[in-house]
Every structure is written in C-alpha cells, then in structure tokens.
Nanobody, 124 residues
Framework: QVQLVESGGGLVQAGGSLRHSCAAS????????MAWFRQGPGKERDFVAG????????YYADSVTGRFTISRDNAKSTVYLQMNNLKPEDTAVYYC?????????????????WGQGTQVTVSS
C-alpha cells in the first residue's frame, strides 16, 4: 500500500502563487506515475498535471500550461505542484495520485492511490 499525504494549498489572490506537496510512504514510488487532479465546485474531477515514473516528460491540462509545474524528488518520495499566476477558476480541491502502471496518464480511474485533497481558493 502507498499512502499519499498532501500539504500546501490555501487562500490566495488572483495572480498569486502556491505550492502543493505530496509525500508518499509505504513503498518506493520512484517508478510510479504521479499526477495532480482537481475538482471544482459542482464539477467533475479533472487532470491537471502528471509525469511517468521514468521521469522526464511532463503533461499538463491546457488550462494550466505555462502556469503550473509538476516535479518530483524521488529521494524524498515527494511530488510537487507549483502554481503561478493563479486565477479564480483554479479554485478547487486538489488531489495527488499515484500508480505503478498507468496507460492513460490523464485518466483518473487508472490511479490506485490518492491523497486526501487540499483546498485552493483564489479570490478575484
């Protein structure tokens, strides 16, 4: 089993920045695909950013490209989401996710492990 514990998030004004962290425990996750999803009020859960266990290429939703950056520190078993130039439409609960095998990185149902979720609220 893998446990994912998130930190970060909070309330920020439009144009501001926040950084999420997601620390994994239970197993070594350096080979796991890791991703961030979010669910806004009254919306479905959407893919935000992700990267495969092999590292290297990162993937982003069109709505956050150029503003958000996903990264990982395998020595710390932690994945990060740096969010810059935040907009009110970024308001959501953010979740990190992990899985050993993922075919479609953007598909939430392919992930086995999820963090508890953290609220991000962006005021205009």
């Amino acid at each position: 089993q893998v446990q994912l514990v998130e930190s970060g998030g909070g309330l920020v004004q439009a144009g501001g920045s926040l950084r999420h962290s997601c620390a994994a425990s239970g197993r070594t996750v350096s080979a796991y695909a890791m991703a961030w999803f979010r669910q806004g009020p009254g919306k479905e859960r959407d893919f935000v950013a992700g990267m495969r266990g092999s590292g290297g290429t990162t993937y982003y939703a069109d709505s956050v490209t150029g503003r958000f950056t996903i990264s990982r520190d395998n020595a710390k078993s932690t994945v990060y989401l740096q969010m810059n130039n935040l907009k009110p439409e970024d308001t959501a609960v953010y979740y990190c996710a992990a899985s050993r095998l993922v075919y479609k990185l953007r598909a939430g149902n392919e992930y086995d492990y999820w963090g508890q979720g953290t609220q991000v609220t962006v005021s205009s």
